[in-house]
């Protein structure tokens, strides 16, 4: 297979890459032929795959503009994949030009192209870590330079968990990250579960022959992640369903098949920092309630 000149050395073009097939259902071009064809596969298997993967993007926008209004300006966004248009340093800065953002991926398309995305943007960067590294992530130069642990800071774990297997510890990861981050800190996940989306067995098989396999977790093991991270409302719901910006319309069944929510990491005595209101811990409904 010819390599093209945006390529690094050194990838196997033979593999599909997780992330390069979600730049592929988002209609980016930083993906190889192998990774279009194991997308086809998938969508054949499920053709609601990429209005799953735009459900998410959408939750991410929504995240964002939570995080902000809670005076949030600070993100990590771990397993970010390869920039597309309307990426969270595009949604945050518009919003708030003093946002700081910190992408992490080990994909080494993802972190090329990143790099190129953000040449001139002194408050965004890209670091080239693993997830299961967490101490990699968070003692990184660009992650030290860009970003005030003294602060609070909103740690995007979207469409990343259900590419980590129990075996690699994700809950200890998760906790290791959360641990590093001050009172009012914001954690974003959105996580594959079971349904007619994600868990299609044809869907699962693609994706075990390619650079990640897909594990598929209950409601209550996503809800897990959470550990100290108290949930606000509307706790762990189906993608469209958290703070959609309108009416629900009619949903494609797949839809619910990816869950998605926000927890808050509380103030020394347990109580949630953040201005009184709907939002603080006083009020939330636990994870994993609808309401």
């Known amino acids: 297979m010819e390599r093209p000149a945006w390529a690094p050395q050194g990838i196997d073009l033979n593999v599909p890459s997780v992330s390069r097939m979600y730049d592929y259902y988002l209609g980016g071009s930083h993906n190889f032929e192998v990774d279009r064809e ?8 499920q053709p609601a795959l990429p209005k799953i993967m735009q459900a ?27 920039p597309s248009f309307g990426n ?8 708030e030009p ?23 943007n002194e408050r965004a960067g890209i670091v080239s870590a693993d ?14 330079q860009l970003l005030d642990f003294d602060k609070p800071v909103a740690l995007m774990l979207l469409a990343l968990l259900h590419f980590v297997e129990d075996k690699d510890g994700p809950e200890k990861s998760v ?24 868990g299609t067995a044809g869907v699962r098989d693609v994706y075990r022959r390619a650079s990640a396999p ?7 093991e996503i809800a897990g992640f959470f550990g100290e991270f108290e949930p606000v409302a509307p706790g762990l719901v189906p993608l469209p369903h958290w ?8 949903e494609e069944p797949a839809l619910l098949s990816g869950l998605a929510g926000v927890g808050r990491k509380p103030a020394e005595g347990g109580e949630a920092d953040g201005p009184e209101g709907p939002d603080t811990a006083k009020t939330t409904v636990k994870v994993g309630s609808t309401g």
Not at 131 to 144: A, C, G, M, W, Y
């Open 98 to 120: 003093t946002a700081r953002v910190v992408y992490v991926d080990h994909d080494p398309v993802a972190v090329a192209h990143s790099r190129a995305v953000l040449e001139g």
């Open 243 to 250: 703070r959609p910006d309108g009416p629900p319309g009619q």
């Open 131 to 144: 997830f299961r590294s967490p101490q990699d992530i968070l003692h990184s130069p660009e992650t030290r």
């Open 38 to 45: 194991a997308g086809r596969q998938a969508v054949a298997a």
């Open 56 to 82: 998410n993007r959408a939750f991410m926008r929504r995240a964002i503009g939570f995080a902000l209004s809670e005076g949030v300006t600070q993100f990590l966004d771990i397993g970010s994949g390869i």
């Open 88 to 95: 969270v340093h595009e949604v945050a800065q518009r919003l």
């Open 175 to 198: 906790a290791d990250l959360g641990s590093a981050l001050a009172p009012g800190s914001l954690l974003a996940i959105t996580h594959a579960t079971e349904g007619e989306g994600y």
């Open 214 to 220: 897909l594990t598929i977790r209950r409601r209550k």
